[in-house]
């Protein structure tokens, strides 16, 4: 095994670590009724898919008229545009101080629409695409909403275990966010120097600010909910970005691009949420 193998695998089960552990974390901390409580809201509920499934696409798509992108970049801001329901919000809403309870429910309404929505739209945007969503869904069930479900169980069961065990989970999940953070950037310091000179790191500083200013827009005046609206549009689903360009761009730079895209998302937004938790 390589040093670049030993170190792939490490940023590999710290991603793997953070997810699992954040959804324990979140599932022993809210109830099923806290999660679904904001999403009886009509207008956030709509204003969230109108924001991740249209605007954020239409955006992406902008963007690569307006900036000379190499085809391969284009395809993988299309990707990212139109997957949604990342794992890191609910720690990003922890870092924001927003409404959790809110940013577990948007987080589970968008992955579950992502599931419905790349391999309906992905097609159209990008003919000869092929996306079969039980790929994007069994990942997706087995590292979010198993460990979740599971949380919730102990939440309901037995809420001594939950307070006990809840903040070690919250305290894992933030240890293994800070080592993927660094191996990530470590193992794709090349990419993201190689993509300076593409205009691709300004495309998706770009993508990156505009998502975060329409879903603050959609969001409304209560900042608790405004918050979890920005962060949760402004982080794309990076494992169904992943997955879908390994399985139909794995030879060109696609991949490349959405990995230096979600280590770029944690760089901003995680300083993003810190500040609008200080305001708060």
């Known amino acids: ?104 429910g948007l987080m589970t309404l968008l992955m579950v629409a992502t599931i419905v929505y790349m391999p309906l739209v992905l097609p159209l ?23 979740l479900t599971i949380g919730l169980l102990i939440k309901g069961h037995s809420p001594d275990a939950a307070d006990q065990w809840g903040p070690v989970m919250n305290k894992l999940s933030s240890l293994a966010i800070l080592v993927l953070l660094v191996v990530g950037v470590g193992l794709n310091l090349a990419n993201i120097v190689a993509l300076i000179g593409s205009l691709g790191i300004l495309a998706l500083l770009i993508f990156i600010a505009g998502c975060l200013g329409i879903g603050l827009l959609l969001g409304g005046r209560e900042p608790a909910i405004r918050s979890v609206m920005g962060l949760g549009t402004a982080q794309r689903n990076v494992s169904a970005a992943i997955l879908v360009s390994v399985q139909n761009f794995s030879d060109t730079n696609t991949v490349s691009f959405v990995l230096v895209a979600a280590i770029l998302m944690l760089l901003i937004l995680l300083p993003a949420a810190r500040r609008m938790g200080a305001r708060a």
Request: cysteine-free; charged content about 5%; hydrophobic content about 60%.
């Open 125 to 147: 945007l990008l003919p000869g695409v092929e996306v079969n969503p039980w790929d994007i869904a069994q990942s997706l069930i087995v590292l979010m909403l198993l460990p």
């Open 1 to 104: 095994m390589t040093t670049q193998d030993f170190f792939q695998a490490i940023g590999s089960l710290s991603g793997l670590l953070f997810i699992v552990a954040s959804m324990l974390a979140m599932g022993m901390s809210l109830t099923v009724a806290q999660i679904l409580q904001p999403l009886r809201n009509v207008r956030l509920v709509i204003v969230a898919l109108l924001g991740n499934f249209v605007l954020v696409p239409l955006l992406a798509f902008a963007i690569n008229r307006v900036i000379p992108l190499e085809q391969s970049l284009q395809v993988g801001l299309i990707v990212l545009g139109t997957a949604a329901g990342a794992p890191f919000l609910p720690k990003l809403v922890q870092g924001a101080k927003g409404n959790i309870a809110f940013g577990v």
